[in-house]
Protein backbone atom coordinates (compact mmCIF):
# COMPACT_ATOMS: atom_id res chain seq x y z
CA UNK A 1 0.00 0.00 0.00
CA UNK A 2 2.76 2.38 -0.60
CA UNK A 3 1.76 5.49 -2.07
CA UNK A 4 4.19 6.75 -4.74
CA UNK A 5 4.24 10.63 -5.61
CA UNK A 6 1.41 12.35 -7.62
CA UNK A 7 -1.38 10.41 -5.79
CA UNK A 8 -2.27 12.96 -3.22
CA UNK A 9 -2.31 16.58 -4.15
CA UNK A 10 0.88 19.25 -2.24
CA UNK A 11 -1.22 20.64 0.23
CA UNK A 12 -2.68 17.08 1.70
CA UNK A 13 0.80 15.78 1.51
CA UNK A 14 2.18 18.86 3.56
CA UNK A 15 -1.02 18.15 5.94
CA UNK A 16 -0.52 14.35 6.79
CA UNK A 17 3.28 15.17 6.60
CA UNK A 18 2.51 16.99 9.61
CA UNK A 19 0.39 14.55 11.19
CA UNK A 20 3.07 12.12 10.58
CA UNK A 21 6.15 13.99 11.98
CA UNK A 22 3.61 15.00 15.40
CA UNK A 23 2.84 11.06 15.80
CA UNK A 24 6.83 10.67 15.44
CA UNK A 25 7.54 12.89 17.98
CA UNK A 26 4.87 11.51 20.53
CA UNK A 27 6.25 7.90 19.83
CA UNK A 28 10.02 9.16 19.88
CA UNK A 29 8.56 9.88 24.10
CA UNK A 30 6.42 6.94 24.27
CA UNK A 31 9.52 4.54 23.25
CA UNK A 32 11.73 6.15 25.78
CA UNK A 33 9.35 4.15 28.09
CA UNK A 34 9.02 1.28 26.12
CA UNK A 35 12.55 0.52 25.90
CA UNK A 36 13.53 1.11 29.19
CA UNK A 37 11.21 -0.48 30.65
CA UNK A 38 9.86 1.97 33.14
CA UNK A 39 5.96 2.23 33.75
CA UNK A 40 3.25 -0.50 34.23
CA UNK A 41 3.96 -3.83 33.12
CA UNK A 42 7.81 -3.45 32.70
CA UNK A 43 9.59 -6.90 33.22
CA UNK A 44 12.94 -6.97 34.07
CA UNK A 45 15.67 -6.79 30.76
CA UNK A 46 13.66 -4.28 29.09
CA UNK A 47 16.68 -3.15 28.06
CA UNK A 48 17.10 -5.97 25.41
CA UNK A 49 13.95 -4.38 23.75
CA UNK A 50 16.28 -1.62 21.69
CA UNK A 51 18.06 -4.42 19.80
CA UNK A 52 15.06 -6.51 19.35
CA UNK A 53 12.96 -3.75 18.41
CA UNK A 54 15.74 -2.90 15.51
CA UNK A 55 15.52 -6.67 14.31
CA UNK A 56 11.42 -6.28 14.35
CA UNK A 57 11.87 -3.01 11.94
CA UNK A 58 14.19 -5.30 9.99
CA UNK A 59 12.14 -8.36 10.19
CA UNK A 60 9.38 -6.40 8.45
CA UNK A 61 10.91 -5.16 6.09
CA UNK A 62 12.35 -8.21 4.70
CA UNK A 63 8.37 -9.86 5.24
CA UNK A 64 7.21 -7.18 3.11
CA UNK A 65 9.32 -8.51 0.17
CA UNK A 66 6.64 -11.49 -0.31
CA UNK A 67 3.87 -10.42 -1.83
CA UNK A 68 1.70 -13.23 -2.01
CA UNK A 69 -1.38 -13.44 -4.55
CA UNK A 70 -4.96 -12.51 -2.92
CA UNK A 71 -7.03 -12.56 -6.21
CA UNK A 72 -6.87 -12.85 -9.72
CA UNK A 73 -4.21 -10.44 -10.67
CA UNK A 74 -3.69 -8.90 -7.19
CA UNK A 75 -1.14 -9.93 -4.82
CA UNK A 76 -0.69 -8.19 -1.19
CA UNK A 77 1.92 -7.69 1.25
CA UNK A 78 2.40 -7.51 5.39
CA UNK A 79 2.32 -3.66 6.54
CA UNK A 80 3.77 -4.58 10.01
CA UNK A 81 2.04 -2.36 12.66
CA UNK A 82 -0.24 -4.55 14.35
CA UNK A 83 3.19 -7.09 14.08
CA UNK A 84 5.20 -4.26 15.60
CA UNK A 85 2.68 -2.71 18.07
CA UNK A 86 2.64 -5.86 19.92
CA UNK A 87 5.96 -7.37 19.64
CA UNK A 88 7.57 -4.38 20.88
CA UNK A 89 4.85 -1.71 21.93
CA UNK A 90 2.86 0.77 20.32
CA UNK A 91 5.10 3.77 20.72
CA UNK A 92 8.15 1.52 19.09
CA UNK A 93 5.77 0.16 16.78
CA UNK A 94 5.17 3.27 15.28
CA UNK A 95 8.58 4.08 14.84
CA UNK A 96 9.53 0.43 13.51
CA UNK A 97 7.38 0.96 10.52
CA UNK A 98 8.19 4.38 10.29
CA UNK A 99 12.06 3.34 9.79
CA UNK A 100 11.09 0.91 7.33
CA UNK A 101 8.76 3.12 5.15
CA UNK A 102 11.86 5.70 4.86
CA UNK A 103 14.40 3.12 3.99
CA UNK A 104 12.80 1.54 1.12
CA UNK A 105 11.29 4.81 0.10
CA UNK A 106 15.36 6.41 -0.06
CA UNK A 107 17.02 3.26 -0.87
CA UNK A 108 14.59 1.14 -3.17
CA UNK A 109 12.05 4.11 -4.62
CA UNK A 110 9.28 2.34 -3.24
CA UNK A 111 6.62 5.04 -1.99
CA UNK A 112 6.77 8.34 -2.75
CA UNK A 113 9.22 10.60 -1.20
CA UNK A 114 6.36 13.64 -1.53
CA UNK A 115 3.85 10.92 -0.15
CA UNK A 116 5.76 9.65 2.89
CA UNK A 117 3.87 11.87 5.36
CA UNK A 118 0.55 9.76 3.64
CA UNK A 119 2.48 6.69 4.23
CA UNK A 120 3.91 7.10 7.52
CA UNK A 121 -0.26 7.87 8.66
CA UNK A 122 -1.54 5.63 6.69
CA UNK A 123 1.01 2.29 7.14
CA UNK A 124 2.54 3.44 10.87
CA UNK A 125 0.39 5.13 12.82
CA UNK A 126 -3.10 3.98 11.43
CA UNK A 127 -2.35 0.13 11.37
CA UNK A 128 -0.84 -0.03 14.74
CA UNK A 129 -2.99 2.60 16.29
CA UNK A 130 -6.26 0.47 15.25
CA UNK A 131 -3.98 -2.79 15.98
CA UNK A 132 -2.86 -2.30 19.20
CA UNK A 133 -6.12 -0.66 20.26
CA UNK A 134 -8.31 -3.54 18.94
CA UNK A 135 -5.48 -6.48 20.67
CA UNK A 136 -5.70 -4.68 24.09
CA UNK A 137 -9.25 -4.85 23.95
CA UNK A 138 -9.51 -8.44 23.36
CA UNK A 139 -6.86 -9.38 25.62
CA UNK A 140 -8.92 -8.22 28.46
CA UNK A 141 -12.07 -10.01 28.10
CA UNK A 142 -9.93 -13.23 26.64
CA UNK A 143 -9.14 -16.37 29.13
CA UNK A 144 -5.97 -14.90 30.33
CA UNK A 145 -3.58 -17.43 28.22
CA UNK A 146 -0.86 -17.38 25.35
CA UNK A 147 -3.25 -18.57 23.26
CA UNK A 148 -5.53 -15.88 23.97
CA UNK A 149 -2.74 -13.40 23.07
CA UNK A 150 -2.32 -15.13 19.11
CA UNK A 151 -5.58 -14.98 18.88
CA UNK A 152 -6.40 -11.33 19.72
CA UNK A 153 -3.05 -10.64 17.43
CA UNK A 154 -4.78 -12.67 14.31
CA UNK A 155 -7.93 -10.61 14.74
CA UNK A 156 -5.96 -7.48 15.63
CA UNK A 157 -3.54 -7.60 11.97
CA UNK A 158 -6.78 -8.43 10.11
CA UNK A 159 -8.40 -5.28 10.58
CA UNK A 160 -5.54 -3.33 10.91
CA UNK A 161 -5.08 -3.70 7.43
CA UNK A 162 -8.84 -2.67 5.84
CA UNK A 163 -8.77 -0.05 8.58
CA UNK A 164 -5.83 1.29 6.50
CA UNK A 165 -7.66 1.05 3.33
CA UNK A 166 -10.43 3.62 4.71
CA UNK A 167 -7.82 6.02 6.16
CA UNK A 168 -6.36 5.63 2.51
CA UNK A 169 -9.77 6.33 0.72
CA UNK A 170 -10.53 9.34 3.68
CA UNK A 171 -6.72 10.91 2.25
CA UNK A 172 -7.65 10.06 -1.02
CA UNK A 173 -11.06 12.08 -1.01
CA UNK A 174 -9.39 14.97 0.67
CA UNK A 175 -6.62 15.80 -1.81
CA UNK A 176 -6.51 12.99 -4.88
CA UNK A 177 -5.35 14.28 -7.69
CA UNK A 178 -7.46 12.44 -9.78
CA UNK A 179 -11.51 12.89 -10.96
CA UNK A 180 -12.08 9.15 -9.47
CA UNK A 181 -15.69 8.46 -7.54
CA UNK A 182 -14.82 8.06 -3.74
CA UNK A 183 -17.13 5.25 -3.45
CA UNK A 184 -15.67 3.40 -6.31
CA UNK A 185 -12.58 3.60 -4.39
CA UNK A 186 -13.78 2.64 -1.21
CA UNK A 187 -15.66 -0.17 -2.22
CA UNK A 188 -12.21 -1.09 -4.52
CA UNK A 189 -9.88 -0.34 -1.72
CA UNK A 190 -11.64 -2.17 1.39
CA UNK A 191 -12.42 -5.27 -0.62
CA UNK A 192 -9.22 -5.98 -1.61
CA UNK A 193 -7.58 -5.46 1.38
CA UNK A 194 -9.83 -7.22 3.48
CA UNK A 195 -8.27 -10.37 1.80
CA UNK A 196 -4.75 -9.13 1.77
CA UNK A 197 -5.98 -8.58 5.64
CA UNK A 198 -6.00 -12.29 6.15
CA UNK A 199 -2.77 -12.86 5.15
CA UNK A 200 -1.01 -10.44 7.41
CA UNK A 201 -3.33 -11.98 10.39
CA UNK A 202 -1.99 -14.88 9.58
CA UNK A 203 1.96 -13.95 9.74
CA UNK A 204 1.44 -12.05 12.46
CA UNK A 205 0.00 -14.64 14.43
CA UNK A 206 2.55 -17.04 13.55
CA UNK A 207 5.15 -14.79 14.32
CA UNK A 208 3.83 -13.86 17.40
CA UNK A 209 2.87 -17.18 18.31
CA UNK A 210 6.38 -18.28 17.62
CA UNK A 211 8.30 -15.48 19.78
CA UNK A 212 5.62 -16.69 22.61
CA UNK A 213 6.20 -20.08 22.46
CA UNK A 214 9.83 -19.63 23.75
CA UNK A 215 10.40 -16.15 24.71
CA UNK A 216 6.86 -15.03 26.21
CA UNK A 217 8.68 -12.38 28.33
CA UNK A 218 10.11 -10.61 24.94
CA UNK A 219 6.44 -9.90 23.59
CA UNK A 220 5.34 -6.58 24.63
CA UNK A 221 1.77 -7.32 24.69
CA UNK A 222 1.86 -10.57 26.80
CA UNK A 223 3.00 -8.73 30.19
CA UNK A 224 1.15 -8.96 32.41
CA UNK A 225 0.20 -12.32 31.78
CA UNK A 226 1.88 -14.14 34.24
CA UNK A 227 2.57 -13.39 37.48
CA UNK A 228 6.13 -12.67 38.91
CA UNK A 229 7.90 -15.45 40.12
CA UNK A 230 7.76 -15.39 44.15
CA UNK A 231 10.12 -17.80 46.50
CA UNK A 232 7.55 -20.38 48.98
CA UNK A 233 8.68 -21.27 52.07
CA UNK A 234 7.65 -24.33 54.02
CA UNK A 235 5.13 -23.48 57.36
CA UNK A 236 7.16 -26.67 59.06
CA UNK A 237 10.34 -24.79 58.66
CA UNK A 238 8.46 -21.77 59.77
CA UNK A 239 9.50 -20.36 63.66
CA UNK A 240 6.70 -21.25 66.09
CA UNK A 241 5.96 -17.74 67.29
CA UNK A 242 6.31 -16.45 63.41
CA UNK A 243 3.37 -15.00 62.46
CA UNK A 244 0.95 -16.50 59.85
CA UNK A 245 2.17 -16.88 56.30
CA UNK A 246 -0.21 -15.05 53.70
CA UNK A 247 -2.02 -17.54 51.10
CA UNK A 248 0.52 -18.89 48.35
CA UNK A 249 0.63 -17.53 45.53
CA UNK A 250 -0.55 -19.14 42.14
CA UNK A 251 2.33 -20.97 40.50
CA UNK A 252 3.60 -19.99 38.21
CA UNK A 253 5.46 -21.90 34.54
CA UNK A 254 9.30 -22.27 35.09
CA UNK A 255 9.71 -20.85 31.45
CA UNK A 256 8.13 -17.89 32.04
CA UNK A 257 9.33 -17.11 35.54
CA UNK A 258 12.89 -17.35 34.55
CA UNK A 259 12.85 -16.05 31.27
CA UNK A 260 14.00 -12.04 31.68
CA UNK A 261 17.07 -13.88 33.07
CA UNK A 262 18.13 -15.21 29.89
CA UNK A 263 20.16 -13.88 27.31
CA UNK A 264 18.15 -12.85 24.10
CA UNK A 265 20.74 -13.69 21.79
CA UNK A 266 19.63 -16.67 20.28
CA UNK A 267 16.07 -15.26 19.40
CA UNK A 268 17.80 -12.18 17.93
CA UNK A 269 20.03 -14.16 15.86
CA UNK A 270 17.19 -16.80 14.86
CA UNK A 271 15.11 -13.40 13.95
CA UNK A 272 17.75 -11.94 12.02
CA UNK A 273 18.67 -14.86 9.77
CA UNK A 274 14.50 -15.14 9.45
CA UNK A 275 14.56 -11.86 8.13
CA UNK A 276 17.49 -12.91 5.35
CA UNK A 277 16.19 -16.19 4.32
CA UNK A 278 13.16 -14.39 3.25
CA UNK A 279 14.49 -11.05 1.82
CA UNK A 280 17.79 -12.64 0.40
CA UNK A 281 16.21 -16.32 -1.04
CA UNK A 282 12.45 -16.68 -0.55
CA UNK A 283 11.48 -13.23 -2.28
CA UNK A 284 12.41 -14.13 -5.97
CA UNK A 285 9.50 -16.44 -5.43
CA UNK A 286 7.15 -13.34 -4.20
CA UNK A 287 3.98 -12.72 -6.53
CA UNK A 288 4.87 -10.18 -9.35
CA UNK A 289 0.97 -9.12 -9.82
CA UNK A 290 0.41 -5.57 -8.16
CA UNK A 291 -0.49 -5.34 -5.07
CA UNK A 292 -4.05 -3.90 -3.74
CA UNK A 293 -3.16 -0.65 -4.27
CA UNK A 294 -1.52 -0.80 -7.73
CA UNK A 295 -4.42 -2.77 -8.83
CA UNK A 296 -6.91 -0.74 -7.79
CA UNK A 297 -5.01 2.57 -9.16
CA UNK A 298 -4.96 1.29 -12.36
CA UNK A 299 -8.58 -0.23 -12.83
CA UNK A 300 -9.68 3.10 -10.83
CA UNK A 301 -7.65 5.62 -12.26
CA UNK A 302 -6.05 6.73 -9.51
CA UNK A 303 -2.77 6.57 -10.91
CA UNK A 304 -3.41 9.01 -14.06
CA UNK A 305 -1.40 12.14 -12.41
CA UNK A 306 1.41 9.34 -10.63
CA UNK A 307 5.15 11.10 -10.69
CA UNK A 308 8.52 9.23 -11.01
CA UNK A 309 9.93 9.02 -8.34
CA UNK A 310 12.90 11.08 -7.52
CA UNK A 311 15.33 7.71 -6.59
CA UNK A 312 14.32 5.82 -9.65
CA UNK A 313 18.08 5.62 -11.26
CA UNK A 314 19.12 4.73 -7.40
CA UNK A 315 21.35 1.78 -7.03
CA UNK A 316 18.95 -0.55 -5.46
CA UNK A 317 15.69 1.07 -7.23
CA UNK A 318 13.04 -1.71 -7.02
CA UNK A 319 14.80 -3.97 -4.96
CA UNK A 320 17.26 -4.99 -7.32
CA UNK A 321 20.61 -4.38 -7.61
CA UNK A 322 21.64 -2.16 -10.67
CA UNK A 323 24.01 -3.71 -13.20
CA UNK A 324 23.58 -7.21 -12.16
CA UNK A 325 21.78 -9.12 -14.88
CA UNK A 326 21.28 -12.33 -12.86
CA UNK A 327 17.39 -11.47 -11.09
CA UNK A 328 17.72 -14.10 -8.26
CA UNK A 329 20.95 -12.82 -7.12
CA UNK A 330 19.83 -9.14 -8.06
CA UNK A 331 17.22 -9.56 -5.87
CA UNK A 332 18.82 -11.24 -2.77
CA UNK A 333 21.64 -8.95 -2.67
CA UNK A 334 19.22 -6.14 -2.59
CA UNK A 335 17.29 -7.18 0.53
CA UNK A 336 19.84 -8.30 2.19
CA UNK A 337 21.68 -4.96 1.72
CA UNK A 338 18.07 -3.74 3.31
CA UNK A 339 17.68 -6.04 5.74
CA UNK A 340 21.21 -4.83 6.54
CA UNK A 341 20.75 -1.17 6.71
CA UNK A 342 16.76 -1.30 8.28
CA UNK A 343 18.32 -3.18 11.35
CA UNK A 344 21.66 -0.14 11.73
CA UNK A 345 19.40 2.50 11.60
CA UNK A 346 16.29 0.90 13.69
CA UNK A 347 19.04 -0.34 15.95
CA UNK A 348 20.82 2.92 16.55
CA UNK A 349 17.55 4.85 16.88
CA UNK A 350 16.23 2.89 19.92
CA UNK A 351 19.50 2.56 21.49
CA UNK A 352 19.86 6.18 21.77
CA UNK A 353 16.42 6.83 22.87
CA UNK A 354 16.66 4.03 25.67
CA UNK A 355 19.85 5.18 26.73
CA UNK A 356 18.09 8.99 26.54
CA UNK A 357 16.18 7.96 28.98
CA UNK A 358 18.28 5.50 31.53
CA UNK A 359 19.96 8.94 31.99
CA UNK A 360 17.31 11.27 32.57
CA UNK A 361 15.98 8.51 35.01
CA UNK A 362 19.08 7.73 36.81
CA UNK A 363 20.17 8.55 40.35
CA UNK A 364 23.63 9.96 40.89
CA UNK A 365 25.80 7.26 41.96
CA UNK A 366 27.44 7.46 45.03
CA UNK A 367 31.47 6.79 45.89
CA UNK A 368 31.17 3.27 46.45
CA UNK A 369 27.88 2.24 44.00
CA UNK A 370 28.40 -0.86 41.66
CA UNK A 371 29.22 -0.34 37.97
CA UNK A 372 26.07 -1.65 36.24
CA UNK A 373 26.38 -5.17 34.43
CA UNK A 374 27.12 -4.75 30.39
CA UNK A 375 23.77 -5.53 28.62
CA UNK A 376 23.38 -8.15 26.44
CA UNK A 377 21.23 -8.92 23.37
Known sequence: MHVPDGFINAPVSLATGAV??????????????????TGAGAVAGAERTAPLAGLVAAFIFAVQMLNFPVAAG????LLGGALA??????????????VVLLMQGVLFADGGLTALGVNITDMAIVTTVVAYGLFRGLVKVLPRRRRSITVASFVAALVSVPAAAVAFTAIYALGGTADVPIGKVFTAMVGVHVLIGIGEAVITALTVGAVIAVRPDLVHGARGLTAPLELRTSPLAA?????????????????????PRRSARRIWLAGLAAALVCAGGISYYASASPDGLEKVAHDQGIDAKAEDHAA???????YSVKDITDARLSGGLAGVIGVGATLAVGTGVFVVLRRRKSAATAEPAGPGAEHPAPESV
Open 20 to 37: AAAAVAVSLRGARRELAG
Open 74 to 77: TSGH
Open 85 to 98: AILVGPYTGVLCVS
Open 239 to 259: PADAPAAAPEAEPVPAAAATA
Open 312 to 318: KDSPLAD
